[in-house]
Structure formats: structure tokens, C-alpha cells
């Protein structure tokens, strides 16, 4: 008989079964894995909190910023003719001037100094015209309480029926461009000699 072949009543061998595993794999701990999950998602949840909290602190400022530019733009717009509108205070000073050098009683006693003295009062009211629709205020406080942020105090004026403090007379008026101090008002501050009323000590701080 060949010896390659196999005989009739003998059947192949069969490969050998793998040898079952000493011991099992343990099963995982389920408590741990929920732990670990929960202390990650807690971990996302205050990275979330944190990047929302700085979302809306950069909006917050971003807005500050463009109210902050709004503010610069319009007050460049107000405010852009404040060197112009000082520079014409000097003619407002000169058309009252020229009003001073002729008193309201002698205009009678020449026509032409009447005359004269109507059209610089017509030329002045419509230079005061022009002046309030750039939005340029005078300020003539006569009888009005002393304001130190805009009026200037050159001296005191004792002996009037004003409280302390009241502006007894102006000097030269003061002049606002929309909310902003272009020049003060210089004025003279009444002392009464009650003391009434007015500054608490009697006296007005004449240089404010």
C-alpha cells in the first residue's frame, strides 16, 4: 500500500481545538465609567461657562467702544468750530463797544449819530442771530446767583439790595458753544451788608 494514501477505515485527524483561557477578563467597573463621565462633562460644562462668560464681556466692551465713537464723532461735529466761534467773540466785543461810545440819550442830539447807532444795533442783532443758530450763547447773568464754573468775579459790589453772591454787574458777557464754556462772564458780586442769603461766609471766592 502507498504510503500517501490513508486507509478506507481510518479518518483524517482533525486539527487540535484551541485550549480554553485559564481565567476571564474581569467586567469593568460600570460605577467608575459613570463617575469619569460625569466629572467630564462637568469639566465641559465650566469651559462652557467660562468661554459665555468672556463672550459677553468682549460684546459689552465691543459696545462700549462704538457708544465711546459715537461720542468722539459727534462731539468733533459740535465742537469742531470752538477755535472760530472764540475767534468772533472779539467782534461781538467790538459791535458793543461801538454801541458804548455813543450813549442811548446824546443818539437824539445829532441825526447821524442816531443813525449810526441803529445800524450797529441792526448789524449786531443779526450777528447774535447768526451766532444762536450755530448754537453760540451769550451769557449775561445780571441778578443771577454766582456761578464759579461760568462766571468769572472781578470784584465785589457792597452797598446793593441784592443777597450775597447775586451777580450786581457785568463787565464783559460770557459766551457757551452748545454745553461748552467758550468764555466766562466777568461779572461783579453784590456784598450786602446783612450778610443774607448767598455765599455762607458773606463772601464770594473772587477767584474762581
Known amino acids: 500500500m502507498n504510503e500517501n494514501e490513508t486507509p478506507e477505515n481510518e479518518s483524517p485527524a482533525e486539527p487540535d481545538a484551541p485550549a480554553p483561557a485559564n481565567d476571564a477578563a474581569p467586567d469593568a467597573d460600570p460605577g467608575a465609567a459613570v463617575a469619569g463621565a460625569d466629572d467630564r462633562t462637568a469639566e465641559l460644562e465650566a469651559q462652557v461657562a467660562e468661554l459665555r462668560d468672556q463672550l459677553l464681556r468682549a460684546m459689552a466692551e465691543t459696545e462700549n467702544m462704538r457708544k465711546r465713537s459715537e461720542r468722539h464723532v459727534q462731539d468733533a461735529h459740535k465742537f469742531a468750530v470752538t477755535g472760530f466761534a472764540r475767534d468772533i467773540l472779539q467782534v461781538a466785543d467790538n459791535l458793543e463797544r461801538a454801541l458804548d461810545a455813543v450813549p442811548e ?64 454787574q457785568v463787565i464783559q458777557p460770557g459766551y457757551q458753544l452748545h454745553d461748552r464754556l467758550l468764555r466766562p462772564a466777568r461779572v461783579g458780586v453784590a456784598k450786602s451788608a446783612g450778610g443774607e442769603s448767598g455765599a455762607d461766609d ?4 473772587t477767584t474762581a
Open 105 to 168: 440819550e446824546r443818539r437824539d442830539e445829532h441825526e447821524l449819530l442816531g443813525v449810526l447807532a441803529e445800524g450797529v444795533k441792526a448789524v449786531q442783532a443779526s450777528f447774535f442771530q447768526v451766532m444762536e443758530a450755530n448754537h453760540i450763547k451769550r451769557l449775561d447773568p445780571m441778578g443771577e446767583a454766582f456761578d464759579p464754573n461760568m462766571h468769572e468775579a472781578m470784584f465785589e459790589v457792597p452797598g446793593t439790595d441784592l443777597p450775597n453772591g447775586t451777580v450786581a
Open 202 to 205: 458773606g463772601k464770594v471766592d
